[in-house]
C-alpha cells in the first residue's frame, strides 16, 4: 500500500490597505518605516516595557506618531516573543473579540504566523471567536504590522479585532497569554475631525485619563479603539503598570490642514525598574 500524502493548506490573510495607507512596494515600505523610525525622538521611561498603544491611520498621518512608540521598543532590549493585537472593527458591527481564520497575516515585508498557543489559550473564551469578516477590511491591526516587522522580525501575532465587550473580559483574556516575553500593542487613533486647537484640549484629557489608569474617562469619542485601551488600563492596573504618553500630535501637524485633523497618541506601559 502505497504512502498517502495529505496537503495541509497555509491559509495567509493578505494586505488590504496596501498602497493606500502605507507603500505596496516592500522596499519602498521598508525605507518608509526606517526613515520614520529613525525620526522619532521618544522620552525615555523607567521600567520593563509591557504595552504600546499606536495610531492607525495612513503613515502620511499618524506614521511619525506610530513611530515614536515602536522606536521606544526598537531601543528598550524587552524580548519579545509574540505580539498581542488589539484593534477595532471600523465596518462589522459584533459582539466580542475576533480572531482570523488563518494561519498568518501578510504585508508587503512578509508573513506573521498566528501564535498556535496563545489562540488555544484564547479560544476557551466564551466571548472569543475565530471569524474572518472583521479582519478582511481592517486597517487598525494591519497598519502596525510593518513597524513590528522591521523591529523585531516575523515574530508570531495574535491579533484580534475588538467588538462590543467589557474590558474586564477584555483583561481577562489578555492576562492569559500576556507571558514575559509577550508585547501587548493597542491600535487606536483618538478624536476626530475637530478643529486643532479643540483636539489638542481633549487629547491632552484622553491623554491624562490613559496615563491614569482611567478607563472609566475613555469614550468612542475619545478614542475609536476605546475597547482595546479599557482592557489594557484595567489590565495594567491589575499588573501594577506605569503608564507614559511617548508623543501626542495630530494630523494638523504632520500632514494636511487645521480646520478639521484626527489625534494621535502613542503610550507606552511598564512594569518593575528595568
Not at 514575559?180 to 486643532?196: E, G, K, Q, W
Request: include cysteine; aromatic fraction near 6%; glycine fraction near 10%.
Amino acid at each position: 500500500m502505497g504512502i498517502r500524502c495529505v496537503t495541509i493548506q497555509h491559509a495567509v490573510r493578505p494586505p488590504a490597505v496596501a498602497g493606500r495607507f502605507y507603500p505596496d512596494d516592500s522596499g519602498e515600505l521598508e525605507g518608509v518605516v526606517r526613515r520614520l523610525l529613525d525620526a522619532a525622538a521618544p522620552p525615555a521611561v523607567r521600567g520593563k516595557l509591557v504595552g504600546l498603544v499606536a495610531p492607525h491611520a495612513g503613515y502620511v498621518y499618524s506614521g511619525p506618531v506610530a513611530a515614536s512608540a515602536y522606536a521606544l521598543l526598537a531601543s528598550s532590549g524587552v524580548e519579545v516573543r509574540r505580539v498581542v493585537l488589539l484593534g477595532p472593527s471600523h465596518f462589522v458591527a459584533f459582539e466580542g473579540l475576533a480572531l482570523p481564520e488563518c494561519d498568518a497575516l501578510c504585508t508587503p515585508l512578509g508573513e506573521h504566523p498566528l501564535d498556535d498557543d496563545a489562540v488555544s489559550s484564547l479560544m476557551e473564551s466564551p466571548f472569543v471567536r475565530r471569524w474572518s469578516l472583521p479582519h478582511r477590511d481592517e486597517h487598525s491591526l494591519e497598519v502596525q504590522l510593518p513597524f513590528i516587522h522591521v523591529v523585531l522580525g516575523a515574530v508570531p501575532v495574535v491579533p484580534l479585532v475588538t467588538g462590543i465587550v467589557r474590558a474586564t473580559d477584555v483583561a481577562d483574556a489578555l492576562d492569559a497569554i500576556c507571558t514575559d516575553a509577550t508585547l501587548l500593542v493597542v491600535s487606536s487613533d483618538l478624536s476626530h475631525y475637530l478643529t486643532y486647537d479643540e483636539a489638542q484640549a481633549v487629547d491632552v484629557r484622553t491623554a491624562d485619563a490613559i496615563q491614569g489608569l482611567r478607563p472609566e474617562e475613555l469614550g468612542s469619542d475619545r478614542a475609536c479603539g476605546v475597547v482595546g485601551l479599557r482592557g489594557l488600563l484595567e489590565l495594567a492596573g491589575r499588573r501594577g503598570l506605569r503608564g507614559h504618553c511617548v508623543d501626542l500630535r495630530n494630523s494638523g501637524d504632520t500632514y494636511g490642514p487645521r480646520n478639521r485633523v484626527v489625534g494621535y497618541g502613542a503610550f507606552a506601559f511598564c512594569g518593575g525598574d528595568a
